[in-house]
T-cell receptor
Framework: GAVVSQHPSWVICKSGTSVKIECRSLDFQATTMFWYRQFPKQSLMLMATSNEGSKATYEQGVEKDKFLINHASLTLSTLTVTSAHPEDSSFYIC????????????FGPGTRLTVT | AQRVTQPEKLLSVFKGAPVELKCNYSYSGSPELFWYVQYSRQRLQLLLRHISRESIKGFTADLNKGETSFHLKKPFAQEEDSAMYYCALKAGGYQKVTFGTGTKLQVIP
């Protein structure tokens, strides 16, 4: 199946700094990518839908100025957590939709962010 | 608004016993339902979708619109089935997928 990668897999940053997480579709072009957040032992919560070449659509309650999403190419979307705080510590997962075939979403392995 | 409910956080069964992971949904239109699985230290992956009417790794799931359910079943559990299972709903033509809270399946040898 198709592969989606994320980088980094784990990052620790100090409170107040910004962190960028990359999501790449390795063998297909993804016009749409999704960013999720997963707290320990909880489900995935959709944060935003990222469409190549246009602004991301954020879910209710997600601060767009804090979680900056850029989808500059068909294989890359980035999530930047700005001015990170300890409460932003979480597992961030991206998925990419393969428009060919069954239109399936493929998930990245996730990025664990720890803000100290 | 769409919602997916998985009432059990943990389901423990003995190897060889039948398994049923419950999933109920609420959505006013025609949904697409999925089951995703996440094995230990692995990424989330699609297990099956209702429109395919397929059996994957011995698992099946039937969409019951009357009961708004999409329970996942397997007649004989295997140890390698131990994982986290998420029921998910995709609403109509939109690509947004809503996940349930997940059920951890533990198969006891």
């Amino acid at each position: 199946g198709a592969v989606v990668s994320q980088h980094p897999s784990w990052v620790i940053c100090k409170s107040g700094t910004s962190v960028k997480i990359e999501c790449r579709s390795l063998d297909f072009q993804a016009t749409t990518m999704f960013w999720y957040r997963q707290f320990p032992k909880q489900s995935l919560m959709l944060m935003a839908t990222s469409n190549e070449g246009s602004k991301a659509t954020y879910e209710q309650g997600v601060e767009k100025d804090k979680f900056l999403i850029n989808h500059a190419s068909l294989t890359l979307s980035t999530l930047t957590v700005t001015s990170a705080h300890p409460e932003d510590s979480s597992f961030y997962i991206c998925s990419a939709r393969d428009p060919s075939g069954a239109n399936e979403q493929y998930f990245g392995p996730g990025t664990r962010l720890t803000v100290t | 608004a769409q919602r997916v409910t998985q009432p059990e956080k943990l389901l423990s069964v003995f190897k060889g016993a039948p398994v049923e992971l419950k999933c109920n949904y609420s959505y006013s239109g025609s949904p697409e339902l999925f089951w995703y699985v996440q094995y230990s230290r692995q990424r989330l992956q699609l297990l099956l979708r209702h429109i395919s009417r397929e059996s994957i790794k011995g698992f099946t799931a039937d969409l019951n619109k009357g009961e708004t359910s999409f329970h996942l079943k397997k007649p004989f559990a295997q140890e390698e089935d131990s994982a986290m299972y998420y029921c998910a709903l995709k609403a109509g033509g939109y690509q947004k997928v809503t996940f349930g809270t997940g059920t951890k399946l533990q198969v006891i040898p």
